[in-house]
Every structure is written in structure tokens, then in C-alpha cells.
Nanobody, 121 residues
Framework: QVQLVESGGGLVQAGGSLRLSCAAS????????MGWFRQAPGKEREFVAG????????YYADSVKGRFTISRDNAKSTVYLQMNSLKPEYTAVYSC??????????????WGRGTQVTVPS
């Protein structure tokens, strides 16, 4: 299993940047595909970005392409989400998630508690 803890959230003005981090426990970090999701009040949680175990493949929601970049540092067992050109509609709780890389399923098994990102209008 893996434990995930997000950090780096906060308040940032529109057009600004923010970098989220997700620290994972254990010695098997490389065995997991990692992802970021977000949920705004009154809305369902949505997929934001994903990255394969070796960082060779990345995936982004259309709404954030060109603005967000997901990356990982396996030596530090950490995945990052660099967010640029932030918009007020990006305000949400951002959560880190993990799933076994060997699984072809899109279902994530482990979840962090989330970190709040607020972009004032």
C-alpha cells in the first residue's frame, strides 16, 4: 500500500503559478501510476493529470493542457503538479491519487486528503 500527503496549496492571484507536491510512503513508489484530481464545491471530482511509473507517459484534462505540468521524482517518492496561468475556475481541492502500474484499469486505489487551491476572481 501507499500513503499520500499533498502540500503546496494556497491562495494565488489569477495568472499566477503554484506548485503542488504529493509525497508517497513506502519503497514501491515506482510501481504506481500517479494522478491529480480536483473537486470544486457543488461539482464532482474530475481528473486533472496523470503520469506513468517512469514518467514516460503523461495525460491531461483538456481544460488544463498547456497550463499544468505533472512530473515525478522517484528518488524522493514525490509527484508534482506545476500550475501556471491560474484561473478563478481552477479553485478547488486538489487530491493526489495512486494506482498499481501493472493494472490497466483507470480506477485509482489510494488517495491523499487533498490541498486547497484558491484563485480569487
Amino acid at each position: 500500500q501507499v500513503q499520500l500527503v499533498e502540500s503546496g496549496g494556497g491562495l494565488v492571484q489569477a495568472g499566477g503559478s503554484l506548485r503542488l507536491s504529493c509525497a508517497a510512503s513506502g519503497r514501491t513508489f515506482m510501481a504506481y501510476t500517479m494522478g491529480w484530481f480536483r473537486q470544486a464545491p457543488g461539482k464532482e471530482r474530475e481528473f486533472v493529470a496523470g503520469i506513468s511509473w517512469n514518467g514516460g507517459s503523461t495525460y491531461y484534462a483538456d481544460s488544463v493542457k498547456g497550463r499544468f505540468t505533472i512530473s515525478r521524482d522517484n528518488a524522493k517518492s514525490t509527484v508534482y503538479l506545476q500550475m501556471n496561468s491560474l484561473k478563478p475556475e481552477y479553485t478547488a481541492v486538489y487530491s493526489c491519487a495512486a494506482k498499481p502500474s501493472s493494472s490497466g484499469s483507470s480506477t485509482y486505489t489510494y488517495w491523499g486528503r487533498g490541498t486547497q487551491v484558491t484563485v480569487p476572481s
